[in-house]
């Protein structure tokens, strides 16, 4: 177990714990977090997570810690860590199950007031058009080929379709796009999970929300972003689904011999992993990417469906029912990126699992409306609490590999929870602060309760305090839907 | 009162889902380890029909076995809709073979995502086998 006194104070937001704790440890740990964050997961792993992740070979400057972390299956979640390309490792427990679990909003012109009594049936219309739940099938059936495009296209595959528009597409990470994706190294398992669950939102803590935005804490980059107090905007959270999960598990099965090939060492089998250049290594990189572009076209597609739900009960009562797009965002994935380490721009694999891209103003790969403000972050809070959109800094871009939080981060486990929370009672509580709820399971409901979650407010005035981005506005829920 | 002699039992984990699972030898082992699974999972199943799958995983080592083994019925019962509760199996150093059955699933309120690696080791006592098991939901 980590004590506080294991720790380094560096600042009010920023704590180390220096490779002289463990003799395993090749970099040290760097920790986002303010006392109190930092006290509440002292009782659990994720810390302990973070040094066994700090074990992994050719990592760069140091293994972070959001202030969202928590315990996870190996790797924190909260974590990110840099790995030298091309002798470096790269770890798909590091990644995750769900590759590409991530973010998209979408905004809009519609003043939350002048519809009010709508959301009602607005919420209804997104759980009709947004397939949700467990296993659930949606109404595409991709063809092999098809499922092919999609793993080399990503949401561009919408394109063709009619799902996507190009303005879409420049404002998502990568434009929605990563480069590098082979399907020849994805299995047929993972193929035939993948093909009919494209346009669905599955369960867990997956959800489509509709916000109010609450307050705007930058109005430069609110109004570039096209965001506007008082007016309604879209989120919505989701992965790569089955899909993901089966090259996850196919690659983490078939690195448990690459770490004997390669003599590597680990104190969890978990984090096992092959070298960038390995032929194991280079697989798992093109599976990955596969899986990140199915993610994004399946945000793509929920957008489209969710824009069809706008329409359908907004339409022709507000003068622009349109949803535009803000950004998409990966919150599970690994990129190969270049970054300044000790003063040398230098090219590495940058693992962020829980973990959101945050590149500052000025960064490559940024729509070049959004060069000057910098990326968007989206953190979703916990269900029934706030939302924030932040941006990356020039900060985060010299200190946290142009990283920062993703979300509000479990505190109570999904038992604990369970066992505690009445579904029924806390779906009621939500309705009667005016939130819509439309939820495919009261158990699964009380797992995800606003409590099993840290405050959101405090993980965001964590990341501004320590730089690693800024605060653009806050967004309040009126309508959540889940599987 | 002892504990019985087999069984499963729900532990605390943040995030995530967690499992203890003991049991005299290691096909009842994995046999609990799927039944904990599925009430994990809240896994109901139909009485009738009964359907019966053979079952053959071989694998480099036991703790890919039981996570191979648990894999495969969550594939199926995504892909097939299908679940188990009996398990005529036989494990025989790294390869497991046999006979499931079971039946159609009615309703499943979680998604379990995969089975991990974490932490994970079947240790052997006198009393038996014993295991716990991370997933990730």
């Known amino acids: 177990m980590m004590r506080m006194q294991d720790m380094q104070k560096i600042n009010e937001y920023e704590w180390e714990i220096p490779v002289s704790f463990r003799s395993d440890m090749r970099v040290p740990v760097r920790i986002f977090a303010t006392r109190r964050l930092l006290e509440s997961v002292m009782q659990e792993k994720s810390l302990e997570q973070a040094v066994n992740a700090a074990t992994l070979p050719g990592l760069v400057g140091r293994v972070l810690v959001m202030p969202d972390m928590h315990q996870g299956y190996g790797f924190p979640i909260g974590g990110v860590a840099a790995t030298r390309y091309p002798d470096g490792v790269i770890s798909p427990g590091a990644i995750g199950y769900d590759i590409n679990c991530g973010v998209r909003l979408l905004s809009s012109k519609v003043e939350f007031e002048a519809v009010e009594d709508r959301l009602e049936h607005l919420a209804t219309a997104l759980d009709k058009y947004c397939p949700s739940g467990v296993g659930v099938k949606g109404d595409i059936r991709l063809t092999t080929k098809e499922l092919d495009q999609v793993c080399r296209q990503g949401a561009r595959w919408g394109l063709s379709r009619g799902y996507a528009s190009d303005a879409d597409l420049q404002r998502c990470e990568e434009f929605g796009t990563l480069d590098g994706a082979d399907p020849d190294k994805v299995s047929q398992r993972a193929k035939q999970r993948g093909r009919p669950q494209l346009g669905t939102l599955g369960a867990g803590n997956h959800f489509i929300e509709v916000d109010v935005v609450e307050k705007i804490f930058d109005s430069e980059a609110a109004r570039t972003l096209g965001l506007q107090e008082g007016f309604l905007a879209v989120q919505i959270h ?116 829980g973990a959101t891209r945050a590149f500052g103003p000025g960064s ?50 999904r038992r604990k929870a369970k066992k505690t929370i009445r579904g029924e009672r806390l779906l009621k509580e939500l309705e009667s602060r005016g939130i819509h709820i439309r939820a495919g399971s009261l158990p699964g409901l009380a797992e995800e309760a606003p409590q099993a979650y840290k405050d959101v407010d405090a993980v965001v005035e964590t990341v501004s305090g320590a730089g690693i981005a800024k605060k653009v506005a806050r967004l309040r829920p009126v309508a959540v839907i889940k599987g | 009162m002892g504990k019985p002699s087999e069984g499963y039992r729900e532990i605390d984990h943040t995030a995530d889902w967690a499992l203890h699972v003991w049991a005299h030898d290691l096909e009842s082992l994995f046999g609990q380890a799927a039944l904990g699974m599925y009430a994990l999972a809240e896994t109901v199943l139909q009485t009738e029909p009964r359907i019966t799958r053979r079952i053959k995983i071989e694998t480099r080592d036991l703790e890919s076995l039981i996570v191979g083994f648990l894999n495969e019925l969550l594939f199926i019962s995504e892909q097939d809709i299908y679940g188990f509760d009996t398990f005529d199996i036989s494990v025989k150093k790294y390869k497991l073979s046999g006979e499931i059955s079971g039946s159609q699933i009615i309703s499943q309120k979680k998604e379990i995502k995969a089975v991990t690696y974490h932490a994970l080791e079947i240790k052997h006592s006198k009393n038996g086998f014993e295991v716990q098991i991370v997933f990730d939901v």
């Not at chain 1, 916990?382 to 900060?395: H, I, K, R, Y």
């Open chain 1, 364 to 413: 490559p790969g940024l729509p070049p409306e959004y060069s000057k403000i910098g990326q968007p972050v989206l953190v979703p809070g916990s269900m029934g609490t706030a939302s924030w959109v932040l941006v990356g800094t020039e900060q985060s871009m010299t200190r946290s590999f142009g990283s920062t939080c993703h979300g509000a981060g479990r505190v109570m486990s």
């Open chain 1, 238 to 353: 989701c992965g790569s689904r089955g899909f993901g999960h089966q090259i996850c598990t196919d690659y983490v099965r078939e690195f448990q011999g690459a770490i004997q090939r390669y003599n590597i060492k680990l104190p969890d089998r978990e984090l096992v992993c092959a070298p960038l250049d390995s032929p194991e290594g280079q697989s798992y990189l093109a599976a990955m990417r596969a899986a990140a572009n199915y993610a994004f076209a399946n945000r793509q597609v929920l957008a489209y469906y969710a824009r069809q739900a706008f329409e359908e009960v907004l339409g022709g009562r507000v003068n622009n029912w349109h949803l535009n797009q803000v950004y998409d965002i990966a919150h599970n994935m690994g990129k190969i990126e270049s970054h300044k380490i000790n003063g040398k721009n230098i090219k590495v694999c940058v693992h962020r699992k």
